[in-house]
């Protein structure tokens, strides 16, 4: 059972480059999630999919686009990468919005993101 | 300001060795989720606490959530190197637009 798959593991881009971050999950999860992860500043939102449909910005969503391609795909978009975008990059799903205590958010492993 | 915060920061303890770390919100809290996360890798679950005073244990590790709702402590008994991460709580709070807010993190790690 492979979760929440997440691709690339890592990627090295130059400031202006654009590239997508796809993520997939099996687990027929209704809403799903990008957060970014810094250190000292811990997990914060970029965007969530509440359901199939529907994108909503969440705490840092500047820089970032996202599709919901279908129920199982969440896409983050960087159209002109900054130095600034250099994180690590989670996507999670979960069945109910943000989860609940017997269906919590299920993570996948990351994406290690440099902007030169 | 943030609204929940992680203590301590950091932590180190040797091997066998008990410990606790905290979660405290500024606000009343609908839910409380605690996971952890090894090095280079993705959060896993560990528990959620919603009703005040309720306790909740796996294996060697117990949560429990204040009965204000507003602090949440996680306990560790006879740490092993296998507990070594990054301790992550994330809150809910009532609402309409709460969304899931996680605190910066507490790492542990543990001497063998």
């Known amino acids: 059972n492979a979760g929440v798959t997440q691709t690339p593991k890592f990627q090295v881009l130059k400031t202006g480059q654009s590239m997508t971050l796809q993520c997939a999950q099996d687990?027929?999860?209704?809403?799903m999630y990008w957060y970014r992860q810094d250190p000292g500043m811990g997990l914060r939102l970029i965007y969530y999919?509440?359901?199939?449909?529907?994108?909503d910005k969440g705490e840092v969503p500047n820089g970032y686009n996202v599709s919901r391609l279908n129920k199982r795909e969440f896409s983050l978009r960087l159209e002109s990468a900054a130095p600034s975008q250099t994180s690590v990059y989670f996507c999670?799903?979960?069945?109910?919005?943000?989860?609940?205590?017997?269906?919590?958010?299920?993570f996948g492993d990351g994406t290690r993101l440099s902007i030169l | 300001s943030q609204e929940l915060e992680q203590s301590p920061q950091s932590l180190i303890v040797q091997e066998g060795k008990n410990l606790t770390i905290n979660c405290t919100s500024s606000?009343?809290?609908?839910?409380l989720y605690w996971y952890k996360q090894k090095y280079g890798e993705g959060l896993i679950f560990l528990m959620m606490?919603?009703?005040?005073?309720e306790e909740k244990s796996h294996e060697k590790i117990t949560a429990k959530l204040d009965e204000k709702k507003q602090q949440s402590s996680l306990h560790i008994t006879a740490s092993q190197p296998s507990h070594a991460g990054i301790y992550l709580c994330?809150?809910?709070?009532?609402?309409?637009?709460?969304?899931?807010?996680f605190g910066k993190g507490i790492t542990l790690s543990v001497r063998p």
């Open positions: 606000k009343t809290l609908y839910g």
């Open positions: 606490l919603q009703k005040g005073g």
């Open positions: 994330g809150a809910v709070y009532t609402g309409a637009n709460s969304k899931l807010t």
């Open positions: 999670a799903s979960s069945e109910a919005l943000w989860g609940s205590r017997n269906q919590p958010q299920h």
């Open positions: 687990m027929n999860h209704n809403s």
């Open positions: 999919s509440a359901s199939e449909g529907t994108t």
